[in-house]
């Protein structure tokens, strides 16, 4: 057991080793650096523009659908790239192919919903 | 390579998917609520026609391991219609069937806020999981089946998208729902990892022989994989979604929670223990007793003191719920005598407590009532004073479920099923759970019966005394529940002998 847990040792050392470097710089930085704060260095930094509005900020999420729809289809894929390697093998066969037509047409079925119900179209 | 499948052996479930596929297309495209709810009542009653047809004929099995993959060993089917599956097919098709019956003018009614075509999807999906649930012996299929019946119901109860309780009771029920499913999940990995089978009939035997020091692990995996279906029969500690959940959700959609889904999760507990688990009855039988034993007291001390018809009738079947679990309390001693009690107490619970919210649901609808308004604005006891004097009928029918839940005659077949769970649980040598059943039983007696009582009352003045609605959907639900609870009290063992023949 001694031995078990001593080889992850070497991952501590590593970790404290990393906490080091990063905590160590951040502290050597904030010795050495000179302390003068003008207005404009106190302004979030927005990647050079100047920022607008406020922090809190409310956008409506109108591709939240599209993101479902995606993972469905992500998910799908997840099984079609199995069964593609088996399914001309012995033993597979038609009965193999017309399964994940049948899993296919589900699909399908849940994307004639989705469009039928009007998320489909981009208002 | 190719498991053939045998579709008369799943035509019930089949039939309810199609049907609710069906729906989902019939309703993007313009179908009238009218016709989705009567094709949903059509397909749940095609369902029902085939499991009679099933439990006719020969039994059956599908999706068993092929060729190699099963060697030597036991058949290993994934899928089977044996007598303890078609009980519970048609327990489950029979609620079901009322459920729907309720929804007509709750949901599907013109002019209810509901999304009609989403809710009979839903609804079916759900049987679909549920009639899964009941026939599968092994344990992918087991999880898989009880999240087809899961999340549905979480859409299903946060349907009422406008009213903030009811949203606030579907993040209820998925929270504990996906808590009590991570944690079945690790149990079942270790229970694999330790046997590496996942059909019932090899997990069995393999844990027989399980080396001495994956006693534990495998100890740890079967307490875990309880807690799944401790959940879905809201036991405690995984029971106190129940009464938010039950008064969060629309009324059809709490009769489904409280009688099929708790069918379904009852089936499935006893499959996995009696079919995959009696190697380790030393370890759940105790652990079941003292959930059924806290169960039952906590449910019946809480009923005590509710006000609310649907909080009582929560908490009420959380204590019901204990007295189910009783029975395997026992462990692997006299395991098929257990089994058959739980049964037989399962499917008489379901008559009676499918007949109290069909009459609950009724009374709801009255006077104006909106069907899916934000607060239940005729719920309290006090509410069913008088009732007896503007509708004879339903009061007596409501009287009838409540004595029978409460077990007392008449209401003959209540007390015939706790006989029978007591006569397991003293059998299986659990006699100190037996005396906690008598105390209950006695507790519970009080707020049975003192809502009976409020039926037969004089109506407390202010309030004009309601009468029931016209419809007759909700009336042909009551109806149909109180035939089925009078039929088995004049002959109880019609249910007694078909759950003793499981075995």
Known sequence: MDDYFGSYLVVVVLLLLGCGIVGGGLAANRLLRPHRLTEEKLTTYECGVDPVGEGWAQSYVR??????????????????????????APGFGTTTLVEMFVFLGFLFTGLVYAGRKGVLSWV | MIQSIDYAAIAPPLIVAVAAIALLLADAFGASRRVLGLVSLGAVGAALVTVIALALGDRRATFCLTGDLRG???????????????????????????????????????GARLPAGEFHFLL???????????????????????????????????????DGVASEAALKLFLVSVISTAVMLFGISLLYGVTGAMHLDRVAPALGRVPGDLEPVAAVGVVMVLAGFAFKVAAVPFHFWAPD???????????????????????GLTIVVALGLPAYGHVWGPVLGVLAAVTMTLGNL?????????????????????????????????????????????????????????VVIGFRRRAGAPAAGPAPSWDTLDDYRGLARRNPATAAAMAFFLICLAGLPPGVMGLFAKIVVFRATVAGGATWLAVVMAVNTVIALYY?????????????????????PRGAAVRAAIGAAAAGAVVLSVAPQLVLQAAAAIT
């Open chain 1, 63 to 88: 591709y939240y659908v599209f993101a479902y729809l995606y993972v469905v289809f992500a998910v799908d894929a997840v099984f079609l790239f199995p069964w593609a390697t088996v399914f001309a």
């Open chain 2, 72 to 110: 030597n060993g036991p058949p290993s089917c994934s899928y089977v219609t044996d007598d303890f599956t078609l009980i519970f097919q048609g327990v489950v098709l029979a609620a079901a069937l009322v459920v729907v019956l309720l929804s007509l003018e709750e949901i599907t009614a013109a």
């Open chain 2, 124 to 162: 079916l999906a759900a049987i679909a999981g549920a009639l899964t649930l009941v026939a599968a012996r092994d344990l992918v299929l087991l999880v898989v089946a009880l999240e087809t019946l899961s999340l549905p119901v979480f859409a299903l109860v946060a349907l009422r998208r406008y």
């Open chain 2, 245 to 267: 959940v039950y008064q969060g959700a629309p009324l059809p959609v709490t009769a489904f929670l409280s009688v099929v889904s708790k069918a379904a999760g009852f089936a």
């Open chain 2, 302 to 358: 809480v009923a005590l003191r509710q006000r609310s018809a649907i909080r009582l009738l929560a908490w009420s079947s959380i204590a019901q719920s204990g007295y189910m679990l009783a029975p395997l309390a026992v462990g692997d001693e006299r395991l098929p005598e257990a089994v058959a009690a739980t049964v037989a107490y399962v499917a008489i619970y379901s008559v009676m407590n499918i007949g109290a919210f069909a």
């Open chain 2, 448 to 468: 049975y019966l003192a809502w009976a009582a409020r039926l037969f009352a004089a109506p407390s003045g202010a309030a004009e005394p309601p009468r029931m």
